[in-house]
């Protein structure tokens, strides 16, 4: 079922392939007062789209062709096209940090806000706000512990993941879902059902690793993968650039 190649595209039934680099499609609430500049705001919106499309096209291809070369500027692609884009991409209705800010707060007055993000991010004066603690319930009754993001941290990661996919993303197989744009736990079922429906399956394993992030983590299970020092390289690239 899963074959040594990049792709494995054909085993999805009704969803395509994501498009590296692509965003998921947006969707907004119309709100009251905003008419008028709507038309404006999506002019902006797919000019930004279009630039920053256009700049990671290059980093995209550069990472394609040149497999052992290492990014050592990638800082200055967070710039306030990218942003724009981490923050469109974000859940209009998601539970707000420690700072209170709701996307509908933040999006009042969006250019300057950005502009003002962008500044400080580039100029190193960019602290990220500790993250809100939350439980919800698990099946077992234990509760899973999560970390809630202030809002400009959630753009400002966003907008990393963005650059970040346009050199990764095409070094994952295409059975490949987790936390990969345009992808979810939907379309990997849709390809399990199509797996089975249309290949000769003998053995279907279902396994999850209890506690994962509490356990293996803290035993530096991490530290023998090499996505480890690919990561620690990154982040010095963002500095160098």
């Not at 009251?32 to 630039?51: D, V």
């Not at 994962?212 to 530096?220: M, R, S």
Request: hydrophobic share 40%.
């Amino acid at each position: 079922m899963h074959d040594t190649e990049k792709s494995d595209s054909g085993i999805v039934a009704e969803k395509p392939t994501n498009k590296a680099g692509l965003l998921a499609a947006e969707w907004a609430e119309p709100r009251p007062g905003t008419k008028g500049n709507a038309e404006q705001q999506r002019m902006h919106r797919t000019q930004g789209r279009a630039r920053m499309t256009q700049s990671l096209d290059r980093v995209r291809t550069a990472a394609r062709l040149r497999k052992k070369d290492r990014f050592t500027a990638l800082f200055h692609h967070i710039n306030v096209d990218t942003l724009q884009a981490a923050f469109f991409a974000l859940r209009r209705k998601a539970a707000p940090g420690v700072d209170g800010m709701t996307w509908e707060d933040h999006e009042e007055d969006l250019e300057p806000r950005l502009a003002d993000l962008h500044k400080r991010v580039q100029r190193g004066a960019y602290r990220p706000q500790p993250s809100r603690r939350t439980y919800i319930p698990k099946a077992d009754g234990k509760q899973r512990p999560l970390a809630i993001a202030a809002l400009e941290d959630k753009i400002v990661q966003g907008a990393t993941v963005i650059v970040l996919n346009a050199i990764y993303e095409g070094d994952f197989c295409g059975f490949s879902y987790g936390f990969r744009p345009g992808r979810g736990p939907h379309d990997a079922l849709d390809a399990l059902c199509t797996a089975i429906e249309t290949r000769h399956v003998n053995w279907i394993i279902d396994a999850d690793i209890q506690n994962f992030f509490g356990a293996a983590v803290n035993l530096g299970w991490f530290a023998s993968w090499n996505i480890g020092s690919a990561t620690s390289a990154s982040s010095a690239s963002f500095r160098n650039g």
